[in-house]
């Protein structure tokens, strides 16, 4: 099963990783902490800005809760972290060329051949 966009998978991922988060630092368990793990991990290997500030603003609201209890807080902020940065580590080059192929994109769409024996030009 594939998703319709890989950005909307990162969404997912993002979302339910951080119901599980939450999950987590009511109560602690390793399966769910393994889910949380494997839930964020698409929001490293799909290359989505939106999803990593989206992560990024989580991991954000989740430490602040570190201040006050870090020993329930601070795994469950680096189980996020760990989990999106492991694959997006692996898949580095994808970040890199994906940035460098918005660089070199043109703004004119490239000729199109035209039917033989046709102008482009129209008379009046």
């Known amino acids: 099963a594939t998703m319709v966009h890989p950005y909307v998978l990162a969404a997912f991922a993002l979302v339910a990783g951080v119901i599980l988060a939450v ?4 109560q602690w368990h ?5 889910a949380c793990a494997a839930a964020v991990a698409p929001v490293g ?3 989505g800005r939106a999803a990593l500030l989206g992560l990024a603003l989580a991991v954000v609201c989740l430490a602040t809760g570190a201040v006050t209890d870090r020993r329930r807080y601070l795994p469950v902020v680096l189980i996020l972290c760990a989990a999106a940065l492991i694959p997006a580590v692996i898949g580095v080059d994808g970040w890199t060329r994906g940035r460098s192929k918005r660089r070199t994109r043109t703004t004119s769409p490239p000729s199109q051949p035209t039917a033989a024996g046709s102008s482009t030009k129209r008379t009046a």
Do not use: M
């Open 45 to 47: 290997f799909t290359y």
């Open 23 to 26: 999950a987590l630092v009511r």
């Open 30 to 34: 390793w399966a769910v902490a393994l």
